[in-house]
Every structure is written in structure tokens, then in C-alpha cells.
């Protein structure tokens, strides 16, 4: 079986697929308008991907010490307690739920730019076109996979074309264009961390993703060898790329251009190709919006079906339909739940700040788990296991800096932290709630 295993290859593309979303093409003038400066617009971007690679490293070693299928769910049970385990995986549900609409509302940026501009209820407009993708997906969902399969690999290509379009304008040359000076950073130390703070919020929405190789551990060959090197290249081809999309949104838009902008993709594309270019690649890229949208809506009832399996969601989120194998009751569960994060959050601004404060309950203390498992001697006599160098420095460096990026949320917007801080509260005690139902006795 030993050929069937992840080489170096391999591991690196799933690293990088795992990364590279939509978030390129919105959050940069996010981190822009935070950093106020160029140099800590860049300065937040490598020390994103260099949190990441901390982070994907200690995920590796924590899925090589604890190689099982549904590892993200496993750890938290293993480490913690299974309460803990239900509440994690129920607000990753909802911070899927929130990615799912903040990137509907990204394409619909996108979309309404060209349909609809200029109009005064734009905002509106984005809202319908989210909604609208949703319920589409949801539909094309409940055809079975094999229909939701195919739609996403004709989603795929597009995103991918959008991507190679996108990257070859970066060599057109002879672009020159006046940007905006940028302007001196706060002299105020405490408004710089703020600051700082507040982006790497949206940057690490964007380097998001590699927590998954959690579920890798025990799948690559040579694991000692080939993980650090796997996910050392990948980080390094992900911070590369958005560096270099990044230097190009500042060289050929201009900074202060960027702060304010919205489909800043387009307007490259328009920059260097006119306004054809900014059209065509404004519908492209509202359609491969749509390949998250749908390969949410197919994962994410499966991982429902799985709680349910194990018996800490109810039974009928197991529930199949006979004539396609749908696991509707919780395909159904998970599109409501992203229509309804959709209509509380309104804007992508308000949903990535929710998002990055469950993602940073979730990724703190998934990570500390890793001495947990250490302690434990959890899979310590595995000879070819994958253990990480610097050791307990890389795990220590990723929790600090996502309690760091919690706690900006919490200082800049209080309502998303209190309010992702209840959901949580909320989901630990209806573990125990479930519980006591279950050992009730059924009525005759």
C-alpha cells in the first residue's frame, strides 16, 4: 500500500489547493485600509504566511501522531473532552457557513459591478445575487453528487483559467500608472499593534486552509522527510504568489486606490486589457466564486453526517433520500445556516471578522493539543512519524498570534467577538442537552 501514499508532489499541491481561494481578489483592500502604510500591507502578508507555516507544521505533527479519519474532530475528543470536540466542530460548521456567504458576497461584488453600476442600491443587489447562488447550489446539491461533481469540475477549470488570466497579466509590462503616495504610519505604538492587528485579521482569512493537513499526517510516505519539505514549499509558493498579485494591485492600481476599491481583480484586468477585460473577468471570476460555494455545500453535510453517525448530532442528520442519496436534512441544515449568515452579516466586512474570531477559538486550541499529545506519549513510537524542529517555539508563535488576531476583533469590533463567543457557549451546552435527551426514555 506503500505506493499509494502522498510524495513530496503531491502534499505540496494539496497544501497549496487547500490555501489559494477567492480571498486574493477581496481582502487585500481590507489589509490596505488597516495598514494605512505600503509597508505594513506587505509586512502583514509575510508574517501571515510565515504564522502559517508555523501552523501547518504543528498540524502535521499532531495528524501524524493521531492519524485517523475526521482527525480535526478526533483531536478535540483525545485532548479535551467530547463536549469540547461537539462545540469546536459545530462553530467550524458556522465559520464554514460565514466563508460560504462572504465569498458569495465577494462574487457578487463582482457581478453587481457589471450588471448593475452605479446604482444606489448595490448593496441590496449583492444580498439577492448571494442569496441567489445559495439557493442554486442548493438545488444542484440535492441532484445527487454525481450532478454537484460535475458542475464543480466545470467550476474548477474556470477558477483555475481565471487564475492563469490573471497571473499572465503580471507580465504584459508597460503599465506604468501614477499611484497614490501612501501615507506615514501612526507614530502611536499602541495605534500600530492595533492596526497590525486588525489586518492580519483579513490575511489570515486569506492564508486559511492549511490546518487541514491535520488530516495528512499518516497518509505521506517518509513522513519526516516529506512533510516539513511539503508544506515548507507550498507556504513558500502561496506567499510568493500573493505577495506578487499583491505588488501588483499596489504597483498598477495604486495604494490609495486599493484602500477603496472592490473588484480590484477587474480593475487590473481593465488597467491592462481596457474595460473588455474588466468585464470578462468580472463574470469569470463571479463563477469561479461558485466552485466554493458548491464544494462547501458537498462537503459540509458530510461532515454533519459524520457527527451524526457518532452520535453527537441527531439521527436525522443522517437521513439519505432514497432516489439520489442525499443526505438532505443536513444539506438543507447547512444551506440555512449560511442564508441566515449571510442576512446577519450583510457585508463581507462584518462576516470575515466573525469567521476569523471562531476560526481563532478553533485554531488556538487545536494547535495546543500538540502538547497534549507530546505529554501523552501519543503515537511518540512511530519510527517514520513526522516530528517538527523547534519545538515548542512554532506551536507557541502560531497560538500566540491568533489569541493576538481574537483580540483585535475583540478591541475593533466587540459585537462579532461576543456574539461568536455566545455561538460557542451555545454549542457546548446543547452537547450536554443532547445528551441528557438521549439517555432519556422514548415515550411508547
Not at 488570466?165 to 503580471?170: G, N, T, V
Request: hydrophobic letters at 50%.
Amino acid at each position: 500500500m506503500k505506493s499509494t501514499r502522498l510524495n513530496l508532489f503531491d502534499l505540496t499541491m494539496i497544501v497549496v489547493s487547500l490555501v489559494i481561494g477567492m480571498g486574493i481578489f477581496r481582502t487585500p483592500v481590507n489589509v490596505a485600509r488597516q495598514a494605512g502604510s505600503a509597508n505594513m500591507f506587505f509586512l502583514a502578508w509575510i508574517i501571515g504566511g510565515l504564522i502559517a507555516l508555523c501552523g501547518a507544521l504543528t498540524y502535521a505533527e499532531i495528524g501524524s501522531r493521531l492519524p485517523v479519519t475526521g482527525g480535526y474532530y478526533k483531536i478535540f475528543s483525545y485532548c479535551y473532552h467530547p463536549s469540547i470536540a461537539f462545540a469546536i466542530n459545530c462553530i467550524i460548521l458556522v465559520s464554514n457557513a460565514a466563508s460560504l456567504a462572504g465569498v458569495a458576497l465577494i462574487g457578487s461584488e463582482y457581478l453587481a459591478n457589471v450588471l448593475f453600476k452605479g446604482s444606489s442600491n448595490i448593496n441590496t443587489i449583492k444580498l439577492v445575487i448571494s442569496t441567489i447562488a445559495v439557493i442554486t447550489f442548493y438545488g444542484v446539491n440535492l441532484l445527487g453528487l454525481k450532478m454537484s461533481a460535475r458542475t464543480q469540475n466545470v467550476l474548477t477549470v474556470i477558477k483555475i483559467g481565471v487564475v492563469v488570466f490573471l497571473i499572465s497579466a503580471l507580465f504584459t509590462g508597460d503599465y506604468a500608472t501614477t499611484y497614490t503616495p501612501t501615507p506615514a504610519a501612526p507614530a502611536d505604538f499602541m495605534s500600530v499593534i492595533k492596526a497590525f492587528g486588525a489586518c492580519l485579521v483579513a490575511v489570515s482569512f486569506t492564508y486559511g486552509g492549511y490546518q487541514q493537513t491535520i488530516n495528512f499526517g499518516g497518509e505521506v510516505a517518509n513522513p519526516s522527510k516529506i512533510l516539513p519539505k511539503g508544506i515548507f514549499f507550498g507556504i513558500a509558493i502561496i506567499m510568493l504568489l500573493y505577495i506578487t498579485i499583491n505588488y501588483t494591485y499596489y504597483k498598477v492600481i495604486g495604494f490609495g486606490t486599493l484602500k477603496g476599491a472592490q473588484s480590484i481583480a477587474a480593475i487590473l484586468a481593465g488597467k491592462l486589457f481596457g474595460e473588455k477585460g474588466f468585464t470578462i473577468l468580472s463574470v469569470l471570476l463571479f463563477l469561479s466564486v461558485l466552485a466554493y460555494v458548491n464544494v462547501l455545500l458537498m462537503s459540509n453535510p458530510r461532515v454533519m453526517y459524520a457527527m451524526s453517525d457518532e452520535g453527537v448530532l441527531p439521527a436525522v442528520f443522517k437521513k439519505v433520500s432514497a432516489k439520489r442519496n442525499v443526505i438532505v436534512v443536513s444539506l438543507t441544515a447547512f444551506a440555512a445556516l449560511s442564508l441566515i449568515t449571510l442576512f446577519y452579516g450583510k457585508s463581507f466586512d462584518e462576516i470575515l471578522n466573525h469567521t476569523i474570531f471562531l476560526d481563532s477559538i478553533g485554531m488556538a486550541t487545536s494547535a495546543a493539543t500538540i502538547f497534549i499529545l507530546r505529554k501523552r506519549g501519543m503515537g511518540g513510537d512511530e519510527k517514520n512519524s513526522y516530528r517538527m524542529r523547534l519545538y515548542p517555539l512554532l506551536p507557541l508563535i502560531f497560538i500566540a498570534a491568533y489569541l493576538f488576531i481574537g483580540t483585535s476583533i475583540a478591541i475593533n469590533t466587540p459585537k462579532a467577538a461576543w456574539v461568536s463567543a455566545l455561538t460557542f457557549a451555545v454549542f457546548f451546552a446543547l452537547y450536554f442537552v443532547l445528551r441528557i435527551f438521549k439517555k432519556s426514555p422514548q415515550p411508547n
